[in-house]
């Protein structure tokens, strides 16, 4: 069973057109929900982490969101260099490795 | 954020021989780290958790006779791939705990195998 899930599979923008990627999780007592970057051959960049629901985190065009169920990453008028696969993850517990969901695809055309 | 850095970044090998990815934490020390692989178009999958001076905990399917990892240091992980094949070919990105829930990740190593 799946414990990190996330859509859209691939997302394709116009610059300057905003919108939201997803990620639901079902472990239960979350420790911390993960988002990070990752550019082609390069590892994942650290993006935020979120505790608790309700709780937001913003950095540039990025805006983090959490619910009891699932996560949200807005981007606001994108630019080309944000075009990146976008993954989402959370500990099995404590200082355990991530569990990764598939990630999203985003290109971000000029 | 900090550092983690992996060597090499890019390795071709002939079928058979045996690789050594070396993983370093640059600005702080590292009890546990953690390799992954990542083939194209699919996410990060865990390899095994390297403990500094303990033997790793590898995951359900991952030869630990094929993939031989050592933590010799707070700032040091290893994975040696040994007798190489094709299928091994793969992107494998190695990460460090700095703190609880701070998770930081290498650049990555492509290796691949003729």
């Known amino acids: 069973e799946d414990q990190v899930t996330q859509s859209p599979e691939a997302l394709r923008l116009q610059e300057g057109e905003s919108s939201s990627l997803n990620c639901s999780y079902t472990?239960?007592?979350?420790?911390?929900l993960f988002w990070y970057r990752q550019d082609p051959g390069k590892g994942p960049e650290f993006l935020f982490t979120?505790?608790?629901a309700g709780e937001e985190k913003e950095k540039e065009r990025l805006k983090a969101t959490l619910t009891k169920k699932e996560s949200f990453l807005h981007i606001t008028a994108p630019k080309p260099e944000d075009s990146a696969t976008y993954l989402c993850?959370?500990?099995?517990?404590?200082?355990?490795?991530?569990?990764f969901g598939k990630g999203t695809r985003l290109s971000v055309i000029a | 954020g900090a550092v983690v850095s992996q060597h090499p970044s890019w390795v071709i090998c002939k079928s058979g021989t045996s690789v050594k990815i070396e993983c370093r934490s640059l600005?702080?020390?590292?009890?546990?780290m953690f390799w992954y692989r990542q083939f194209p178009k699919q996410s990060l999958m865990l390899m095994a958790t390297?403990?500094?001076?303990?033997?790793?905990?590898?995951e359900q399917g991952v030869e630990k006779d094929k993939f031989l990892i050592n933590h010799a240091s707070l700032t040091l992980s290893t994975l040696t791939v040994t007798s190489a094949h094709p299928e091994d070919s793969s992107f494998y990105i190695c990460?460090?705990?700095?703190?609880?829930?701070?998770?930081?990740f290498g650049p990555g190593t492509r290796l691949t195998v003729l």
């Open positions: 990460s460090a705990i700095r703190r609880v829930n701070e998770q930081f």
């Open positions: 472990v239960s007592g979350l420790r911390g």
């Open positions: 979120l505790y608790s």
């Open positions: 993850a959370v500990p099995n517990s404590g200082n355990t490795p991530l569990v």
């Open positions: 600005d702080f020390q590292a009890t546990t």
């Open positions: 390297s403990n500094e001076g303990s033997k790793a905990t590898y």
